[in-house]
T-cell receptor, first 115, second 113 residues
Framework: GAVVSQHPSRVICKSGTSVKIECRSL??????MFWYRQFPKKSLMLMAT?????????EQGVEKDKFLINHASLTLSTLTVTSAHPEDSSFYIC???????????FGPGTRLLVL | DQQVKQNSPSLSVQEGRISILNCDYT??????FLWYKKYPAEGPTFLIS?????DKNEDGRFTVFLNKSAKHLSLHIVPSQPGDSAVYFC????????????FGTGTSLTVIP
């Protein structure tokens, strides 16, 4: 079965620094990748959708300059949290699909703690 | 390899009847299980959870059953309503696995009026 990995699994950083989170599809080509953020009560908020080779589509209310998404290849998407602040502390999950409407495979998540 | 599996990609049920969504897992270290509901173009919404010390948790029309020996959990929706039509994901987590989430691939439920 398809596997999606995320790296790192957890990261602690100082306020003002930038953090990069990688999402990789290990055995299939992911033309579409999604980035989610988990909020209290465990629901996942869709932050953005990225298609390989094109700019990400951000959901309303998500700052594109703060959450930089790059989908440079069919197996890798990165989320960079720029100038992180304590309120950015959260659990970030990616998912990957071979195309729009195709099955989404979720990564295990990255826990970010900004001090 | 997928540690959490939902082997039925889709399910259709008549309104008013019971919907049963199944989920299997392979890692015995998981001790917390969740069900999410997802509408198109939205993020998954938390529905119900169960910890490994229980075998049943009920919340209104939704009940989750956990069979640890079989490494199987199921979500029952009774009675099913058209608004329940969505994709349902199960997920597993565990202190011993770093509290990371492992999701299944989802089951698309259609409730027919």
């Amino acid at each position: 079965g398809a596997v999606v990995s995320q790296h790192p699994s957890r990261v602690i950083c100082k306020s003002g620094t930038s953090v990069k989170i990688e999402c990789r599809s290990l055995d299939f080509q992911a033309t579409t990748m999604f980035w989610y953020r988990q909020f209290p009560k465990k629901s996942l908020m869709l932050m953005a959708t990225s298609n390989e080779g094109s700019k990400a589509t951000y959901e309303q209310g998500v700052e594109k300059d703060k959450f930089l998404i790059n989908h440079a290849s069919l197996t890798l998407s990165t989320l960079t949290v720029t100038s992180a602040h304590p309120e950015d502390s959260s659990f970030y999950i990616c998912s990957a699909a071979s195309g729009r409407g195709e099955t989404q495979y979720f990564g295990p998540g990255t826990r970010l703690l900004v001090l | 390899d997928q540690q959490v599996k939902q082997n039925s990609p889709s399910l259709s049920v008549q309104e008013g009847r019971i919907s049963i969504l199944n989920c299997d897992y392979t890692n015995s270290m998981f001790d917390y299980f969740l069900w999410y509901k997802k509408y198109p173009a939205e993020g998954p919404t938390f529905l119900i959870s169960i910890s490994s010390i229980k075998d049943k948790n009920e919340d209104g029309r939704f009940t989750v059953f956990l069979n640890k020996s079989a490494k199987h959990l199921s979500l029952h929706i009774v009675p099913s309503q058209p608004g329940d039509s969505a994709v349902y994901f199960c997920a597993a987590s565990g202190l011993a696995t770093g509290n990371q989430f492992y999701f299944g691939t989802g089951t698309s439920l259609t409730v027919i009026p």
